[in-house]
């Protein structure tokens, strides 16, 4: 379990995970190779661009050739009842690729944002609240219109983009029995290479992905339609109800009908803070 208890988050390497919070990934300073997987996509990270991740995404960030000394980055994470609803849209994009003078407005507001935390006195909140909107404000304003930009494979990066097709056919097929011997046959490597290359490339092994991308379907059928649990369980791929509740508890600390529940309490209820537990 990662818990962002800060907004420079210096570790570089976690498993893939997800959690009900937003995320905006900001790569300050960086001349290393960066990739990050959100559900079914990968994208190529650049200095100075940003990332936002909505709730419920599975994803995972991966770094390759940095030292300690050439790598900073920021990493914002808030629930939906801080902002206001309409700058939820900016999230319709994942990976932002600023511009020269916009890069500097971003930093400087990530640089404002860490000093009212570091300060974290009465006004805090009221100051993140308002920088947080002149990022998003932003966003929408001068890249609504953006291609979002995922699926940059290089051309002797064969076997990572058969794992991204990989990942995108347990997305569209989720409530289908899917295995190592399913996606041997169907993508023409043995079950022994694809396990290792998915770890590789994803972080985890291939059953650990399988049943994260299963639940994280589950839970946003659970926030997002009355759907009753059993049927959920079998949209999400489960066969078997009970065992649907028992690995859904496992993961989330809860029963998907406690979990439901959870995702109906009032908006006062809902923390702010900026620590999430992540999967």
Not at 96 to 110: A, C, F, G, P, S
Not at 203 to 218: D, S, W
């Amino acid at each position: 379990n990662y818990n962002y208890n800060a907004f420079v988050y210096t570790n570089p390497a976690y498993r893939s995970h997800f959690h009900s919070n937003y995320e905006i990934y900001f790569l300050d300073r960086g001349k290393g190779k960066v990739s990050y997987l959100i559900d079914r996509n990968i994208y190529t990270i650049c200095e100075g661009d940003l990332v936002l991740i909505p709730p419920q995404s599975l994803h995972r960030v991966m770094y390759s050739g940095f030292t300690d000394s050439e790598f900073s980055r920021y990493l914002l994470s808030f629930r939906s009842s801080f902002i206001s609803s309409d700058l939820i849209q900016a999230f319709d994009i994942r990976h932002y690729q600023l511009t020269e003078e916009d890069r500097e407005t971003v930093r400087d507001i990530m640089q404002k944002i860490e000093y009212e935390y570091n300060l974290f006195d009465e006004f805090f909140q009221k100051m993140y609240q308002q920088y947080l909107t002149a990022l998003l404000v932003l966003l929408i304003r001068k890249y609504s219109t953006t291609t979002d930009n995922s699926k940059h494979y290089s051309s002797n990066d064969k076997i990572t983009s058969v794992i991204f097709k990989m990942i995108n056919y347990i997305h569209k097929n989720i409530d289908q029995d899917i295995s190592l011997s399913i996606l041997s046959e169907k993508y023409g490597y043995s079950k022994e290479y694809i396990s290792s290359q998915f770890k590789n490339a994803i972080g985890c092994g291939f059953n650990e992905f399988l049943t994260k991308t299963r639940i994280a379907h589950a839970v946003k059928l659970l926030s997002s339609s009355s759907t009753p649990i059993n049927r959920i369980a079998i949209k999400s791929g489960f066969k078997d109800s009970n065992y649907f509740a028992a690995v859904f508890k496992s993961y989330m600390n809860l029963s998907p009908s406690q979990y439901r529940k959870s995702c109906h309490s009032s908006e006062e209820e809902k923390s702010n803070s900026p620590i999430t537990k992540n999967l």
